[in-house]
């Protein structure tokens, strides 16, 4: 491996550290036994794009929230990272407005489904909104 790919992957599981709850396994070990070659692609992927400075963590999550509502069909990845925006110092509030803003461009349909995610998410973390 080169230093990049090293350095990547260690930010990779930095990242998936700061995101995850206690005990969660990241999915480069999920998936080790199926395709060792994508987790290591996740890791890397993890490192070399949500921690660039650019952009803080918490406007990363919402983004990637705000993402996966609009593919549809994405709920465990989504459930991960409506509490990965909260542990990265999102508000319950910016959660549901980030999800609201889906329904503008990708349709309703696709925001209650995320709605309904996050308010289950929100639920395990302690105070709901509304708005």
Known sequence: MTQ?????????ERVFAALAPEG???PWEAIADLSPALGAQVRQGLGAIMARPQLDLRTRELAT???????GGCE???EFHVGGA??????????VEAISQVYL?????RALNA???AKKVLADHGPTVAG
């Open 86 to 95: 909260l542990r990265a110092g999102a508000t319950p509030a910016e959660v």
């Open 115 to 117: 709605l309904q995610v």
């Open 76 to 78: 465990p990845q989504l």
């Open 105 to 109: 461009y990708a349709g309703f349909p």
């Open 24 to 26: 969660a396994v990241p």
């Open 65 to 71: 929230v705000c993402m996966l509502a609009a593919l």
């Open 4 to 12: 990049e790919l090293v350095d990547t992957a260690t930010e990779g």
